[in-house]
């Protein structure tokens, strides 16, 4: 070989290291995640900050790394090619496109590629200041290329301008939660409390207040210690209180503040005065965010509200903890009630009561339960039967058999839920 030839195989080798620098920042730059770049620029990593810019026009970006990675690729072929004519002949083009195919393949595209999606952030942070000059070099070739494809995009009726992403931030981070935690790197309940997070901003108070079937209440014409007694009773630290008919609430009742007015009156039932120790009854239209409805909860400095609809009727009652309870699952403390919502079966089956909740249901045993329709798991088997069942009727619906196992009046409040097998 003499000594043109061998300086020619030297500048091809050359080449393809360029072409793995090419291929391997174009990944990088590509795939690096921003919150982990922003969190480096915060910490003082100026290279972060190069990189974010790269992102921020990423045709140019994209267009300027592939002229590049071209360029290097065509001029390694074309050398190459020389090489291997001289050594072999007219069959030296055969040889030279199997041999450049498995280099630019393995060193030129894999594994700069591989390395890239292993360590992204990491590669994107070393070659930033260089790629940042030559996307500058290149600038005026790439915004003629890109005029041509804008172009040819149009006539094919691609509308670049109303592009945009089809998903929303706070999709993009759900999806990576799930993902995260399919792979096991996030645990259920650390993916339960972020969706919960992200979920407050969809859901309305009518999605999570307690019905004002299943609220406590006290009738501010009953007498003193009876008020006192279901107070207690009740667990609850504080009551709405109404007067002449339950829709008629007039304040709300604090047992603090019972408790303060009892010590007054050397622990005189008889002598409190009610209505005066009740505060004012905050109301709230039942299709308000619980996003907005956390933000005023912290405002006001207050955890109690009740929720009325559009004709001003009393729907229900959300406090504080149930917004928090959207988030880290239910709060229970020496004083409440455990009511066992969900009672497994050995068969596989679960009974439910009717008023549970379809994302409660769906959080507990991570199913996909439809609820937009209905909020309960019986207003979706009443919305998907279309009628009100009877106790043993059953229904098979989004891959489940639903029993009636309770019924009070029109109101369903048991369900035997049976998950079906793939294929039935």
Known sequence: MTLALGIMA?????????????????????????PRLHE????????????????????????????GNNLVNILASALATTVFLQLFGESGVIWATLVMTALVLVFGEVLPKTYAI???????????????????????????????????????????????????????IRGAINLHHKEGAVVKNDRDMLGGVLDLSELELSDLMVHRTKMFSIDVDMQNDEIISELLKSGFSRAPVWQHNPDNIIGVLHAKDVLAALQSHKGDAAKLDVKAICSDAWFVPDTTTVKYQLSA????????????????????????????????????????????DISRE????????????????????????PDEEANTIAGLVIHEAQMIPEKG????????????AGKKRNQITRLRITPLKKGI
């Open 40 to 67: 480096l620029e915060k910490r003082g990593d100026k290279r972060a900050r190069t990189v974010l810019d790269l992102k921020e026009q990423p045709e140019r970006l994209i267009g300027g790394i592939l002229l």
């Open 297 to 340: 909860f912290l405002r006001r400095k207050s955890h109690f509200a009740l929720v009325v609809d559009e004709y001003g009727e009393v729907m229900g009652l959300v406090t504080l903890e149930d917004i928090l309870e959207e988030i880290v699952g239910d709060i229970a403390d020496e004083h409440d009630v455990i009511s066992a």
């Open 10 to 34: 030297g500048a091809a080798f050359g080449l393809i290291l360029l072409s793995a620098f090419f291929s391997g920042s174009e990944t990088a730059l590509t795939t690096s995640s921003r």
């Open 118 to 172: 292993v360590y992204p952030e990491r590669f994107s942070l070393a070659v930033a200041s260089i790629i940042s000059v030559l996307v500058r070099i290149f600038g005026p070739v790439v915004i003629g290329v890109e005029v041509i494809v804008k172009n040819v995009l149009s006539l094919a009726g691609v509308d670049l301008a109303n592009a945009g992403n089809i998903l929303s931030p706070q999709e993009e």
């Open 393 to 404: 009727q059953a229904f098979t619906f989004h891959g489940f058999r639903f029993e009636v």
């Open 346 to 369: 050995a068969s596989g089956s679960m009974v439910v009561n009717g008023s549970l909740q379809i994302r409660d249901l769906n959080r507990a045993n991570d199913w996909e339960l």
